[in-house]
């Protein structure tokens, strides 16, 4: 049951669905089942706790806030509308599941589960989602303001459970407290610019004794959607030159705003309770929801496969959204997977090929597409696929060298910034593998030969790796001067950098 039925305005669809992915955002978390020790303490964001709550209760705070910037046209340009910005509140209400065995006198007994035809039914805590649409904001010279007390109904219903013979053999009862909020709104005028302040108040009346009896009248998920007629909304993020004293003196708490809807769009904005960019979108890779603090779904669907049939009956029990998951997992071919995996996006630019003449201790490399991994027919999640890899043989040609175990290498960081990498510059190191990942990167794995501790490296495996385009080939030692340091006078290059 929801308890409020929305309607979508035009243009929200879209945006709605980003919405939803942070309106579920820890509904439920990995394994998905009842059972697990976390699923007992989920829903990590936008959680707007009741005001008196006990110290013992571990509620959130109870409000959050959000100020964001518009343009509104001169009188002179104005449409025959008036300039306004809608308002809507969105968040999850707890439900409670109860699962209750019936007697043979009739009477009925809370279980925490019932296995009915060797079906389990399990009591958990669901959430219904609610959205109070809270009217419209004009948009005027005359700053002005609104406030808006809403309460959220509770409920309870009963849905009878029978025996694999038909016969009553218990119900599942849902329950849900009701829930009472204030939204407040403010219009200011800053620098030519209007700023809109949308505050949100959970004013529940009663004392939270408990962390359960707290989270049970809490806002869960809490969001705001905005959108304007007759003005447009600025970027936060990347605002005009004009603008951006304006948008640097906007406060945000707990929830911030980001512009939403299509590329380029000015009227709709999300206030979410986690920091988005503008304009956020559902990777089109992505097959559906894992609600998993927006975990990669790669990792998660490796997980889920993992799970023995024990353990996803019992995650199929514990909530219908989980189920769904274990069953779209179960279902993903070789094909659908590998789409997980996702793309490689070259930040740089497109591919080029090396320019003529271009030589030089990382020109040859620094342009040139990696060749692809080849596994041989095989998934690259498959073991097999690591049949025709040879870290200890592979070799890669750098400056037309072909460098593998055992050659020496000068290193020129330049792919990272950090302070390790640094410490490498200029230093001379021997080659102990050449690696391949699966999107077809070659990594070389090194020690470096003056380090005194570069055995004691070697023998753990402890290496350090980077890129063909960071080395520089030398020759190999030189067995009349007894060490394994290259000549120093011999194809030496000056470090551009």
């Not at 029978?162 to 218990?170: C, E, L, N, R, V």
């Not at 669907?301 to 997992?329: G, Q």
């Not at 077809?440 to 980077?466: E, I, K, Q, S």
């Amino acid at each position: 049951m929801t308890p409020v039925t929305p309607t979508t305005p035009a243009g929200l669809d879209h945006v709605r669905t980003i919405a939803d992915a942070v309106l579920y955002e820890g509904y439920l978390l990995y394994p998905y089942r009842a059972s697990s020790h976390k699923n007992r303490s989920r829903w990590q964001f936008g959680v707007l706790g009741p005001p008196h709550a006990a110290p013992g209760s571990f509620a959130e705070e109870p409000d959050m806030a959000m100020q964001a910037l518009l343009t509104v046209p001169d009188d002179d340009d104005a449409p025959a509308a008036p300039a306004e910005v809608s308002v809507r509140l969105r968040f999850l209400q707890l439900q409670v599941r109860e699962v209750q065995r019936r007697e043979r006198d009739g009477s009925h007994t809370a279980v925490g589960e019932l296995n009915l035809a060797g079906v389990s039914v399990l009591s958990w805590d669901e959430a219904v989602e609610c959205e109070l649409d809270l009217g419209t904001v004009p948009l005027s010279d005359v700053p002005g303001s609104t406030d808006e007390l809403r309460t959220v109904p509770g409920g309870e219903e009963s849905e009878p459970l029978t025996d694999g013979h038909g016969a009553p053999a218990g119900r599942v009862v849902r329950r849900r407290e009701p829930l009472t909020v204030r939204v407040r709104t403010r219009t200011a005028r800053d620098d030519g610019h209007l700023r809109l302040t949308v505050s949100v108040t959970n004013e529940h009346p009663g004392t939270a004794a408990g962390k359960d009896a707290a989270i049970r009248v809490s806002l869960i998920g809490t969001h705001l959607l905005l959108q304007a007629r007759g003005a447009d909304f600025i970027s936060l993020r990347e605002p005009p030159e004009a603008a951006a004293p304006a948008a640097a003196r906007c406060e945000q708490r707990r929830c911030w705003p980001v512009l939403a809807g299509a590329k380029g769009s000015t009227d709709t904005v999300l206030g979410a309770p986690i920091i988005l960019y503008d304009h956020p979108e559902i990777a089109e890779q992505s097959p559906g929801a894992l609600f998993d603090s927006t975990e990669i779904d790669e990792i998660l669907t490796l997980r889920v496969m993992t799970m023995t049939e024990e353990e996803k009956a019992e995650a199929r029990a514990t909530d219908p959204r989980a189920r769904e998951i274990i069953d779209r997992c179960d279902t993903m071919s070789p094909g659908d997977l590998q789409q997980l995996h996702g793309l490689l996006r070259d930040p740089h630019g497109p591919v080029r090929p090396p320019a003529e003449g271009a030589a030089g201790p990382r020109g040859d490399l620094r342009d040139a597409e990696p060749a692809a991994f080849d596994t041989g027919g095989a998934p690259w999640w498959d073991p097999a696929a690591d049949a025709s890899v040879e870290p200890e043989s592979d070799s890669v040609v750098i400056e037309g060298v072909a460098v593998s175990k055992g050659s020496l290498v000068r290193v020129h960081p330049s792919r990272r910034a950090d302070a390790q990498d640094l410490f490498f510059a200029g230093q001379v190191a021997r080659v102990t593998a050449v690696l391949s990942d699966v999107d077809g990167g070659v990594h070389v794995a090194l020690v470096l030969v003056d380090d005194p501790a570069a055995d004691m490296h070697d023998w753990y495996g402890r290496y350090f790796y980077f890129a063909p385009d960071e080395l520089e080939p030398l020759p190999a030692p030189d067995p009349r001067r007894g060490d394994d340091s290259p000549d120093p006078t011999e194809h030496r290059k000056e470090d551009p950098s």
